[in-house]
């Protein structure tokens, strides 16, 4: 049996055998080339969310597909009972390219904010000194395990699956003085994301970042920043940071570090590496050949390809480009993020999740994060003439809604939230008077 290209047959069975924890949009992807994907009808797509900044490369690199391919010929799994040259060298690498001494993998974001969390605490208690507190951000997303759950500063993640773990306390972002007022001598880390990106990337200040870590040099605290979302060129740097200049004590990588091949990091000082002793932590997966594999192969396409240099460039121009239509529509309202993490936001005219499906009915992929804001994060390859691509077409489409109320997608707009199909606009390729297939009641926002 094969549903590879029978959609009705692969929402039937999601609907039936998966956990129903996401509302997917009504499309599947068989297969990825560059900056497209390519559905089960073989549509294609600009993918302008990039699997939700991981698709580094893009799809099917042929580097990173050489890469993988070999080293799932010569050896996948092995444990950490042994050395493993890939891992050896990825850690060399990432140390290199950072401020970092020392790496430990794992398998996700969340798992290397776990390792975050445990070794900061680890790292007082072997220094024999009480401090176990960890402060975040309100409006902060660091994962779904329980630790990463917590850390968290949104009630909404964790409120049915209480009682979460003790010792974290929430402030305000971007607010030194709340961070002070909330700093006690248990105090052991403040942990950040430099933009928090699934909360409608929000980019912090430069001078709170300073002032954080200043605090952080007084107090004896440590610094984590969460780049699970931020790291590996997302931001025209290798690294968020180095666009602040300040350095943390402990940073967490995910999402584009294997380029689609699931794998986290944590990366620490030798002095913060004090917290973890033999057996303290571990994986089993963590840090195996395939997935190091992949990591080395997209560290080294970044020098191969300049790929930051691409990032600038593509950024520069979809700032210009976006702000040119923030100057045009009223409905945009704010243009924000850094690199190529920018989150388009808009008021109460135009509904996120409305717009999202506007443009994957033309053929972009973006994401839809609260009511208000469109996130895109796209391949760190997207030339150009793609994002200009994006651009005609966004601008279109807030031109047509501009254009009356009986316009269909000022309707699809405004049908969001609704319960049954909205009227929409019909695909570029198709007669004018068909309409787009039926969609589910879209959740508010997209969940990472
Ligand atoms: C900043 C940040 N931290 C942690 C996570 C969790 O990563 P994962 O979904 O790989 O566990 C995410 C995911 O979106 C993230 O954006």
Redesign the pocket.
Known sequence: MSIENDLALISDFDKNYCLQVFAPLPVAFVKGKGSYLYDTQGTKYLDMIGG??VNALGHGNPKLVSAISKQAKDLIHCSNYYYIPQRSELAYRLCRASFADKAFFCN??????EAAIKIARGYFYYKGEDKTEIITAEM??????YG?MTATGQEKFSKPFGPIVPGFKYVPYNDVDAIRLAITPKTAAIML?LI???SGVRPADVEYVKAVRELCNEKGILLIF?????GIGRTGKMFCYQNYGVTPDIM?L??GLGGGV?I?AMLCTDEVATGFKVGDHGSTFGGNPLACAAGIAVLEYFGEANLLDNVNLVSAFLFEKLNKLKNKYGCVTSVRGLGLLIGIEFDETVIASGLREELLRNGFLVSAIGRSVIRIAPPLILTKSQASSFIRTLDSLLSTRMGGKSNPILNAFKNIGRKEAPVVKAPAEAKPEETAPALPAPAEDDL?
Not at 140 to 145: D, I, L, Q, V, Y
């Open positions: 939700i900044a996700s974001g969340a798992e290397a904010n902060s997303f660091h994962g779904r395990t990463s994301e928090q990106g699934e969460d780049e699970v979302q931020t967490t995910a999402k699931p986290g990472d």
